[in-house]
């Protein structure tokens, strides 16, 4: 390969290459994919030799590279290789019957362009379609052009491809179908171990182990030696690796194929892309992760899985040094820089560098920028993205060292050096938050930056000029689909509109991009409930607790609609949820409400044996003790309740029959209980004035009265009906003394009828059980 990339490096015009590739001997897809391996070759392994060519400048070449304004980065080196290749692929897409071998060549053509891109392309993701169905087809075939390894890699290089335009689904069927191919026999289990220095008891750890315990491992393999080094934790409390009791069934990395070590990377890096980042993440994609890098197989592999795992390790306070440290290594060596293996030598790196999913290192290096920034050293990953050109990152720097006057100067004198570059404008208005340096943006670009839209929308969303930010939102949107930010904001703007429908829309969208996005699926929630379809809302905010399980609020539009929608268990587990984070007093609407319905549903449940009443009432029964248990929680958290609460909680409470011993003591609780509430409302000076409420306050003493008297007359002791006479005689001559006390002053309302008709009944209770 090296030879050829020479050949066609030193010729000095167009004619001379075309005439070169009239007279090439082997297929044209051997060319392009020489070609697509040298581009690799110097963009993701440190390769540093012909990365420049005498008949096609690099700037012509990213030119002709560009869809629309999504160019490759700046620093993308032998670009001159990959505008060779695109042309002859264009020929190969006209050929009729394309050779499986063609059809990878195209695939992986397209797949490196996209990664050397600022944004995902989605005329790419177009062109890609046919070559990928194409290729499904000739897999599912069994054809014999592939051997299984072979099998395997394309299927994680279309896996790599649904990744960039986050189809997270696709890959990750696709990635499974790569490890049956492979015969991925691994699985993540618990295991008890250690992982600090000074633990003494073991507690279950995450591992990787062997699925079927029945099938042999091959022998470990000899480390390569041209491998980038893992760098140490050097931690003095964390071990730097877990160490369990039973080693020898977990899985040796050195036993295990390069397809099955890229299949592990693809695994760890689907659960990371599509689950919050938290400690859960971590310690799940760690396993995966530490049996690639302990595995020392591949260098391309082994330096995917070292910059997953500083991705990974960026957030975590006793990890991040060497996250730094690490990510800075493999950079270097990806560029070429302090690397000792000659130069020539380093070609061999580029074998599974896209089915690894290896970045290339100038997206390497946007990570370290991001890692030393959440370090501090913001001026370093400063000089990092100055390099790199990747103004918008400068700028933000800028902004978290409080110099947004030397970001300003920057971009102005960039404009004066290309006064026609629109995206130029677009950064000067970021800084400047002055819509007219947008409008300057979008008229350079003849209406094609959908960057200036967004930046533009995003202003105006903030100056809560929601139906300008909407229009520029969407024109934005359909200029570039795949932008995550602008899905959420549409959406918050078409909420704000009232437009329901097209904010589900955008928040659907939102979510089918980023699927931890737990504020999305909220927001995506409100909005069908606005929409008037509680019951998907319900289903949606399920969706949104998976990837935030301690989000206070969440949980808390997560009950009321789970009461909306009569889930009452479902409420009453996110009560509990409320108050493990410490979140939750006692809110008296809900509980009364849940504890109303029950005993609403319990009371019109007939004495029918039918199957499906049965059911329902093992159900309800289920549902009355959740209640009862959560009424308990509160009430042992020494959390005052209301009058209405302790009544129905009292109510839940009461046994059904009074019958025997066992009966007496439960009646005994609710009757206490029925004191409590009684004694609750009693309390309030104003009561008697207020109609409403006094006719709850006698509601609970007249049922409080009715319910000593039983219990007395169940005990059939001389003593227990006069006590029991003598407390309803006190409690409710006070109550119908305090009622004609206030009589003149209380306003009859819509309930006069029902309080007469109450205190008719206390008098003739008191009649009974007058001395």
């Not at 396993?287 to 197989?297: E, G, K, Q, S």
């Not at 990953?381 to 300003?408: F, N, P």
């Not at 959908?450 to 100056?463: I, Q």
Request: charged letters at 25%.
């Amino acid at each position: 390969m090296t030879e050829l990339i020479a050949t066609i490096c030193g010729f000095s015009n167009e004619d001379d290459v075309e005439k070169f590739s009239s007279e090439y001997q082997q297929p044209i897809w051997h060319l392009v994919t020489s070609l697509v391996n040298h581009v690799i070759a110097s963009n993701y392994v440190g390769y540093t030799e012909y990365n420049t060519s005498t008949f096609i400048s690099e700037a012509t070449a990213r030119q002709k590279l560009t869809r629309g304004l999504n160019s490759p980065s700046a620093a993308s080196k032998s670009l001159w290789a990959l505008y060779l290749a695109m042309g002859h692929v264009e020929k190969l897409r006209n050929t009729d019957n394309l050779t499986p071998e063609a059809l990878r060549a195209i695939l992986e053509f397209y797949l490196v362009w996209q990664q050397l891109l600022q944004d995902p392309e989605s005329s790419i993701r177009t062109d890609l379609e046919t070559i990928i169905e194409q290729l499904k087809s000739l897999l599912s075939t069994g054809n014999q052009s592939f051997s299984s390894d072979d099998k395997c890699e394309i299927l994680l290089e279309i896996a790599a491809v649904h990744f960039h335009f986050f189809e997270y689904d696709k890959a990750d069927a696709l990635i499974e179908q790569a490890g049956e191919a492979c015969n991925l026999n691994v699985n993540l289990t618990g295991m008890l171990g250690k992982r600090t220095r000074f633990q003494e008891k073991s507690i279950a750890q995450l591992v990787l182990v062997h699925e079927d315990l029945s099938i042999e491992s091959p022998a470990p393999l000899p480390a390569d030696s041209d491998i980038p080094q893992s760098c140490q934790l050097n931690d003095d409390t964390l071990l730097e690796q877990i160490a369990t009791q039973e080693e020898g069934s977990r899985v040796d990395g050195r036993s295990l194929s390069a397809t099955q070590l890229s299949c592990l990377l693809w695994i760890a890096r689907h659960e990371s892309a599509t689950h919050r980042h938290d400690v859960l993440v971590h310690e799940r994609c760690s396993p995966f992760l530490d049996t690639v890098i302990a595995a020392r197989r591949h260098w391309s592999i082994q330096a995917a899985a070292l910059l997953a795992r500083g991705d990974l390790e960026k957030g975590r306070g006793r990890h991040v040094d060497r996250s730094c440290v690490q990510t800075e290594l493999v950079v270097k060596l990806q560029q070429g820089i302090e690397d000792s293996v000659p130069v020539g030598d380093r070609l061999h790196r580029i074998r599974h560098v896209l089915s690894a999913g290896l970045t290339p290192f100038w997206q390497s290096s946007i990570l370290l920028a991001d890692i030393l920034k959440s370090l501090g050293c913001t001026s370093e990953a400063l000089l990092i993205l100055e390099r790199l050109e990747q103004w918008d990152g400068v700028i933000e720097c800028y902004k978290g060292l409080g110099q947004l006057d030397k970001a300003e100067t920057l971009i102005r004198r960039l404009i004066s050096e290309k006064p026609k570059d629109s995206m130029l404008h677009v950064f000067l208005g970021d800084i400047t938050r002055n819509p007219e340096y947008f409008l300057k943006a979008i008229e350079l670009s003849g209406d094609r930056n959908a960057r200036a839209r967004r930046s533009l929308g995003h202003v105006l969303l903030m100056d809560k000029k929601y139906e300008e930010a909407y229009t520029h939102l969407k024109r934005s949107l359909e200029l570039q689909p795949i932008q995550l930010g602008t899905w959420f904001n549409a959406g918050y703007c078409a909420w704000k509109l009232e437009n329901y429908k097209e904010s589900t829309q955008c928040y659907h969208r939102c979510v089918s991009l980023q699927p931890d996005h737990f504020e999305a699926w909220n927001n995506l929630s409100a909005a069908y409930i606005r929409y008037g379809q509680k019951e998907k809302a319900w289903k949606l905010l399920q969706e949104a607790l998976k990837y935030n399980y301690e989000h206070p609020n969440v949980w808390e539009n997560y009950m009321l609609l789970s009461v909306d929608v009569g889930e009452f268990s479902q409420a009453i587990h996110s009560y509990h949820r409320l108050l493990d984070m410490n979140k939750r007093g006692a809110d008296e609407d809900v509980l009364e409400l849940i504890a109303q319905e029950i005993l609403r549903k319990e009371a019109e449940l007939t004495e029918s044996l039918k199957k499906t009443e049965l059911e329902e009432k093992e159900e309800i029964q289920k549902v009355k003790e959740e209640m009862i248990k959560l009424l308990a929680r509160i009430s042992a958290n020494h959390q005052t309740l209301s009058s209405k609460t302790l009544r129905v909680y009292a109510l839940l409470k009461k046994p059904k029959t009074l019958s025997s011993p066992e009966s007496r003591t439960e009646y005994e609780k609710y009757v206490q209980l029925m004191e409590k509430s009684l004694a609750a409302a009693n309390g309030k000076m104003s009561w008697p004035k207020e109609e409403k409420t006094a006719v709850e306050v006698l509601e609970t003493a007249i049922q409080l009265a009715q319910d000593r008297l039983e219990l007395a007359k169940f005990i059939a002791s001389e003593t227990s009906v006069k006590e029991a006479s003598a407390r309803v005689r006190l409690s409710l001559r006070g109550i119908i003394q305090r009622l004609d006390k206030d009589s003149a002053s209380r306003v009859p309302g819509e309930d006069a009828e029902k309080l007469a008709s109450l205190t008719e009944t206390a008098k003739t209770i008191l009649e009974g059980v007058a001395i």
